[in-house]
């Protein structure tokens, strides 16, 4: 097993709860206010 296997997995189980925590709508209505929501969004979050 390569020592940078703990480190990959780490890293991608990191990238995906982050990804989760963005896609909740609560926190692209947050972006949205902000100014930093999707150009391609029309306000729905479905």
Same mark, same amino acid.
């Not at 990238?15 to 989760?20: M, V």
């Not at 909740?24 to 729905?44: A, H, I, K, W, Y």
């Given at each position: 097993?390569? +020592?940078?296997?703990?480190?990959?997995?780490?890293? /991608?189980?990191?990238?995906?709860? =982050?990804?989760?925590?963005?896609? =909740?709508?609560?926190? +692209?209505? =947050? /972006? $949205?206010?902000?100014? /930093?929501? /999707?150009? $391609? $969004?029309?306000?729905?979050?479905?």
């Amino acid at each position: 097993m390569p +020592e940078s296997l703990p480190w990959v997995a780490g890293a /991608l189980a990191v990238a995906g709860g =982050l990804a989760r925590v963005m896609a =909740l709508p609560t926190v +692209e209505q =947050l /972006l $949205d206010r902000f100014g /930093l929501g /999707l150009g $391609d $969004d029309n306000g729905s979050s479905a």
